[in-house]
């Protein structure tokens, strides 16, 4: 099919093998990322916006483990006009749910 997957946080770590990661964060920030929110974000995002991601032809994403990541991508999606593919999920919190998800639409 020649896609390639790769899982968001995992470019953020990247970026911050390359020492990078600190100029990428503070052009996050400098965009208005809250300095709070999780750093390997906050690198990607600052890495899209100093223009040093290679621009994807399609994301697909998902808020399991964590809706940061699926944020991101969002992003990504709307700067550079790509096709995303999002689902959410809703963690179940009854005795039956503990630790499974289950799809919600969007």
């Given at each position: 099919?020649?896609?390639?997957?790769?899982?968001?946080?995992?470019?953020?770590?990247?970026?911050?093998?390359?020492?990078?990661?600190?100029?990428?964060?503070?052009?996050?920030?400098?965009?208005?990322?809250?300095?709070?929110?999780?750093?390997?974000?906050?690198?990607?995002?600052?890495?899209?916006?100093?223009?040093?991601?290679?621009e994807p032809n399609l994301l697909i994403g998902s808020?399991?483990?964590?809706?940061?990541?699926?944020?991101?991508?969002?992003?990504?999606?709307?700067?550079?006009?790509?096709?995303?593919?999002?689902?959410?999920?809703?963690?179940?919190?009854?005795?039956?749910?503990?630790?499974?998800?289950?799809?919600?639409?969007?």
């Amino acid at each position: 099919m020649g896609i390639t997957s790769c899982f968001v946080e995992f470019i953020g770590a990247m970026v911050a093998s390359t020492g990078f990661s600190d100029e990428c964060v503070k052009e996050a920030e400098m965009a208005g990322f809250a300095n709070d929110t999780c750093g390997y974000h906050r690198a990607i995002t600052g890495a899209s916006l100093k223009g040093i991601m290679p621009e994807p032809n399609l994301l697909i994403g998902s808020t399991c483990p964590c809706s940061g990541g699926l944020a991101v991508m969002e992003n990504l999606a709307q700067r550079g006009r790509i096709l995303i593919n999002s689902k959410t999920f809703k963690c179940r919190s009854d005795s039956e749910g503990i630790g499974k998800h289950r799809e919600t639409p969007r």
